[in-house]
């Protein structure tokens, strides 16, 4: 495949943006790459500057759940742009908006538009920090939060690709205020509260984890965090910013009926623009400005033409059996995955239309788990993937999506290519 292109594009970006891209796994550095450059996109299919076209199941990590550039969201947000893309003072569709998610997601009584999932977070957490006059939050190694200062200890996803479980840059000061204990650890979070109890503001928690692979909530982990939380005065966040409109229309929230006390959205809310949010219960959202003392704000926040690609993706997830169809044409799908990798050391997890193909013999359900991966396997059947115009999300301790415009020729082609993959595997070896 010639990616001259691409390669060229990737040097002239580095003399200008530190290492040639706006988020670091895009460099696709963990997987012995160089960036694709990204021409346009339609339904399941990237095409690069060059003219080749690869089947996406990154996804713009999750955002894409109707396939890119889905018509009626290209129709609303075109419709949108062409009355003014910014206004900083209230438009209709940010209400409705949040009534669409308020009237589907019971806990969430109250919410407000931000720019990103990072933003969402850190927001969240202030406000927790507000009610409840406690600094201490609890997180999971391998969750990720976002890049706010206080969430990148033990952070999965593209900080725990390149290594570096935390950042420079972070004061001490607000380290000392996380603690991250190891996902599905439910004795962990008993010691801990038994200990400190009193002092923790908040639990934030990805209900499925994403940003190690997908990991589940073993039986019971999600209400056990309810239950801690809830006697020793702690709220309980459940970060959605992947699962949320993803698993179900309710979340993942509703899927494991356990209720959080304030919840986060990203990636699909916005319709594939900058948009984001958080909400909760009527009573802690009250502490918001102007109403109470909590600061937060936003120039571009609630936009019109995010809010509008918003609304008309609500309306498609919205429609009758939408996640059911799309759910059971994953369900199969990972099922002829799982029976290509059996005997692979290889394991698959997946929930919905997420998955992830860890290339470990051993089940997954901690990042302690993950880390067990073979990366350079993994690496291996990226580009492998990658050659045969196949990009999955470029690194081993991230999910992969299949949206609603993947056709099932794409579903099989993927299936195939990974059978093929294995026996280059076994080709090699026996070469050797
Ligand atoms: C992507 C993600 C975030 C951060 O969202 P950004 O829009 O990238 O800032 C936060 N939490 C989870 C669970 C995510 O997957």
Not at 63 to 71: E, K, S, Y
Not at 92 to 117: C, H, P, Q
Not at 268 to 291: E, K, N, S, T
Not at 417 to 425: A, I, L, M, R, Y
Request: with cysteine; net charge neutral.
């Amino acid at each position: 495949m010639n990616r001259k292109r691409s390669i060229l594009a990737y040097e002239d970006a580095l003399r200008y943006i530190p290492g040639g891209v706006n988020s670091p796994v895009r460099a696709l550095k963990s997987v012995g790459e160089t960036p694709l450059f990204i021409k346009k996109a339609n339904k399941e299919t990237l095409t690069d500057i060059e003219g080749n076209r690869f089947t996406d199941f990154c996804m713009s990590w999750g955002t894409g759940i109707l396939g890119h550039a889905f018509p009626t969201v290209v129709q609303a947000a075109k419709h949108a742009v062409a009355m003014g893309s910014s206004y900083g003072i209230p438009t209709l569709r940010e209400t409705e908006l949040a009534r669409l998610i308020v009237d589907k997601m019971e806990s969430i009584r109250k919410v407000r538009f931000v720019n990103s999932g990072t933003e969402a977070v850190m927001s969240a957490i202030r406000l927790a920090r507000g009610f409840t006059g406690r600094d201490v939050i609890v997180k999971f190694d391998g969750c990720y939060h976002g890049h706010a200062d206080h969430l990148l200890v033990s952070a999965g996803s593209g900080a725990a690709t390149l290594g570096a479980s935390s950042s420079a840059g972070v004061p001490g000061a607000f380290v000392s205020c996380t603690v991250s204990l190891p996902y599905n650890d439910a004795e962990a979070v008993d010691e801990l509260f038994k200990t400190r109890g009193r002092e923790i503001a908040a639990i934030i928690v990805e209900p499925v984890a994403a940003n190690m692979g997908v990991v589940l909530p073993e039986k019971d982990f999600l209400q056990h965090l309810r239950d801690v939380s809830a006697e020793y005065g702690a709220l309980l966040i459940f970060d959605e910013v992947i699962t949320g409109f993803r698993l179900n229309v309710g979340g993942a929230q509703q899927l494991y009926c356990v209720t959080p006390d304030l919840t986060t959205l990203g990636k699909i809310v916005g319709g594939g623009y900058p948009a984001a949010a958080f909400g909760g219960r009527d009573d802690i959202m009250a502490l918001l400005a102007p109403d109470g003392p909590v600061y937060q704000a936003g120039t571009l926040s609630g936009n019109p033409v995010a809010m509008a690609a918003g609304i008309a993706t609500m309306n498609e997830l919205f429609s009758v059996n939408y996640h059911t169809k799309l759910n059971a044409r994953a369900d199969k799908f990972n099922a002829a995955l799982k029976a290509i990798v059996y005997d692979q050391d290889v394991t698959v997890n997946h929930t919905g239309s997420m998955f992830t193909i860890f290339f470990s013999a051993y089940k997954v359900r901690s990042f302690a788990d993950a880390k067990l991966c073979n990366q350079e396997r993994f690496g291996r059947f990226f580009r492998y993937m990658l050659a045969h115009n196949i990009y999955i999300s470029p690194s081993q301790f991230e999910a992969n999506f299949i949206s609603s415009a993947h056709s099932k020729r794409e579903l099989s082609r993927f299936l195939n290519t990974v059978k093929d993959f294995f026996k280059s595997e076994t080709q090699h070896n026996t070469n050797i």
